[in-house]
């Protein structure tokens, strides 16, 4: 062969290697993807038919609107945090004499 040929030869082999990399090599592991995860969270299920049992029923504990207070307050907390102290004035100043 001459040196174009060898030369073409090689990219095409490259080419062909690196095109046989996207290939799916794994039909088996892939058909049963997040099968292990769905047979864990079945066993963690104690009672799989709740939400549609207990549609009807209301928590015990707090009222609607108690509920909704204790709610409100609890995000107000996240919209203006409390101020932090300045830690670089602590031990600055004049005696008290």
Same mark, same amino acid.
């Given at each position: 062969?001459?040196?174009?040929? @060898?030369?073409?030869?090689?990219? +095409?082999?490259?080419? *062909?290697?690196?095109? *046989?990399?996207? *290939? @799916?090599?794994?039909? $088996?592991?892939?058909?049963?993807?997040? *099968? @292990? +995860?769905?047979?864990?969270?079945?066993?963690?299920?104690?009672? &799989?038919?709740? &939400?549609?049992?207990? $549609?009807?029923? @209301? &928590?015990?504990?707090?009222?609607?609107?108690?509920?909704?207070? $204790?709610?409100?307050?609890?995000?107000?907390?996240?919209? $203006?945090?409390?101020?932090? &102290?300045?830690?670089?004035?602590?031990?600055?100043?004049?005696?008290?004499?």
């Amino acid at each position: 062969m001459n040196r174009i040929g @060898s030369t073409v030869a090689i990219a +095409l082999g490259a080419a *062909a290697a690196t095109l *046989a990399g996207c *290939a @799916s090599h794994t039909p $088996a592991f892939d058909a049963n993807f997040g *099968a @292990s +995860l769905r047979v864990l969270q079945a066993q963690q299920t104690a009672n &799989p038919n709740a &939400p549609t049992e207990n $549609a009807q029923k @209301s &928590p015990d504990g707090m009222e609607g609107e108690t509920a909704q207070a $204790a709610y409100d307050r609890y995000q107000r907390t996240f919209r $203006a945090p409390e101020p932090q &102290p300045n830690v670089f004035t602590i031990g600055v100043g004049g005696g008290g004499k």
